[in-house]
Nanobody, 114 residues
Framework: QVKLVESGGGLVQPGGSLRLSCAAS????????MGWYRQAPGKQRELVAT???????NYADSVKGRFTISRDNAKNTVYLQMNSLKPEDTAVYYCNAKFTISYWGQGTQVTVSS
């Protein structure tokens, strides 16, 4: 059974940083496009960043220049480095793996507050 496990969320002050990790139990991790999405209370889930199997990245306009997505195929892990965090970044962050089927993690809470 495929499992995506996020970690690294927590409470951080505005301007701070967090690094999210997503460990995937995928047999051929490298062929999957990986992504981070988030969902704030009362809002729809939205794309944050994606990275293809070839390493090409894409970001939501709201996080460009502040967040960086990366992957380590040897560790079956995708990361999201989040810098200059803002209160509006507060949300549950979900990891996604997509090839022919899409898989989701259970989410990790990120709260940006003073």
């Amino acid at each position: 059974q495929v499992k995506l496990v996020e970690s690294g969320g927590g409470l951080v002050q505005p301007g701070g940083s967090l690094r999210l990790s997503c460990a995937a139990s995928l047999s051929v991790f490298s062929i999957y496009a990986m992504g981070w999405y988030r969902q704030a209370p009362g809002k729809q889930r939205e794309l944050v960043a994606t990275i293809t199997s070839g390493g090409s990245t894409n970001y939501a306009d709201s996080v460009k220049g502040r967040f960086t997505i990366s992957r380590d195929n040897a560790k079956n892990t995708v990361y999201l480095q989040m810098n200059s965090l803002k209160p509006e970044d507060t949300a549950v962050y979900y990891c996604n793996a997509k090839f022919t089927i899409s898989y989701w993690g259970q989410g990790t809470q990120v709260t940006v507050s003073s």
